[in-house]
């Protein structure tokens, strides 16, 4: 196995042409870039020529000092395909599953959400809506591009109306007790315009509750996982840069944390006239960010050469590696070393992806249960939450192997 050299740049340029989506300052500081990435990651495709066939975009991410945003200046949001075939849930992993049920019931507590309405925007397959309509006995209306009638079952979707497109002005007669958002605005281009199109749609409703999910980039920086970097991922968000956009666009934050394993930024708000002050230390980050940056961009290199060492390590020893994780993570991982057949294997525990291929890479997905008889040596963990349960499965089936998070 000859692990190939990527296409990583590391840069320290102005993009005085760019403005940043979040504030509308100008003068970012890009400080990472890659030529060519595939443009989804959670696409299903059918053949392996089709993914290895499957069109890139450029990376090329900027740092805004003003707000502590960071945005792909090279994103093309025509390039793009959300649709039924884009598998994006992890609500298969029993840990996943353990982490959301708590949210949710969160937020029903949190917000007495019993007997009232939900609006979850990004509602993705719908696991999450019916979940918070189940544990409050509520209603609700979620909208995503992405979703597919039938995966849930009727009784999990009575009460619930679900809209097959993008949220739009079109949408904003819609409204709820509460508004959700997981993991929808890193697919944002114009972030400052999306949440005042939220905004506006809820009016001159004080009681209406927002909740907002997005990966948190601080952890991203700091551990230099570049793995965690892809296209659909245009907007990068800590909580400081966050809560900043949300009082910009008319709202209160009166939660602001992170969760799962800190890899999350878990945000509470309350539409309000005008902009607040901050009350949260965590909003307080800009220098902080500034320097996990600076720490990115003269480490990510050093990051991706380690990584490099260590696959070759594996192949001089014999050993036989498998991906565990077919998501955005294996794709931006396999293609960051131009990795094709030196690793043969990729699983999953969904199986909606089983037989599909990965973008870029032109890896078949198969299920855990193959490495019944492949038999690995090393199992790569594309997400180290879920090693316990990862290592629970190997010892089930009688496989034995390292376990190699990243």
Not at 147 to 171: C, H, K, N, P, W
Not at 232 to 250: K, V, W
Not at 253 to 263: K, M, R, V, W, Y
Not at 358 to 381: F, K, M, Q, T, W
Request: glycine share 8%.
């Amino acid at each position: 196995m000859t692990v190939r050299e990527g296409t990583v740049a590391r840069t320290d340029e102005r993009a005085p042409g760019d403005r940043c989506h979040s504030c509308g300052a100008a003068g970012l500081e890009v400080f990472y870039e890659v030529e060519r990435v595939p443009v989804h990651s959670c696409l299903l495709l059918p053949t392996r020529e089709a993914a290895l066939e499957y069109p890139t975009g450029g990376l090329r991410l900027a740092f805004c000092s003003s707000c502590g945003f960071i945005q792909n200046t090279l994103f093309d949001p025509g390039l793009l395909d959300y649709s039924a075939s884009y598998e994006e849930t992890q609500g298969f992993s029993p840990r996943f599953q353990q982490f959301a049920r708590e949210l949710a019931q969160t937020l029903v507590d949190r917000h007495d959400l019993r007997g009232k309405r939900v609006l979850e925007i990004g509602c993705g397959k719908g696991e999450f809506l019916a979940l918070l309509c189940r544990l409050g006995g509520n209603t609700g209306a979620g909208i995503d591009p992405a979703y597919v009638e039938g995966r849930l079952d009727d009784a999990a979707t009575s009460g619930i109306t679900f809209i097959q497109d993008f949220y739009s002005e079109r949408y904003s007669h819609l409204s709820g007790d509460l508004v959700v958002c997981r993991h929808t605005l890193e697919h944002i281009q114009p972030t400052g315009d999306f949440l005042r199109t939220v905004r506006r749609s809820i009016g001159g409703r004080r009681d209406v509750a927002v909740f907002f999910e997005a990966p948190d980039v601080v952890r991203v920086l700091r551990e230099l996982a570049f793995w965690d970097i892809y296209y659909e991922h245009c907007s990068y968000f800590s909580l400081g840069s966050l809560a900043r956009l949300f009082r910009d666009c008319g709202f209160d934050i009166t939660e602001l944390a992170t969760g799962f394993d800190d890899q999350y930024l878990l945000l509470d708000a309350r539409p309000v006239e005008g902009r607040t002050v901050s009350r949260f230390h965590a909003e307080d980050d800009l220098e902080r960010l500034a320097r996990d940056v600076r720490f990115f961009r003269e480490n990510a290199a050093r990051k991706l050469d380690g990584w490099r060492e260590t696959l070759d390590a594996i192949r001089r020893s014999g050993r036989r590696p498998v991906i565990w994780g077919s998501g955005s993570k294996a794709v931006a991982f396999l293609n960051a070393f131009g990795i094709r057949d030196e690793i043969e294997c990729v699983v999953d525990i969904n199986p909606h992806k089983h037989g599909m291929y990965l973008a870029g890479s032109g890896h078949r997905i198969a299920a855990p249960e193959s490495l019944i008889d492949y038999r690995p040596d090393v199992v790569i963990v594309m997400n180290p939450v879920y090693c316990d349960e990862i290592g629970r499965q190997l010892r089930e089936m009688n496989v034995s192997a390292e376990l190699l998070p990243v």
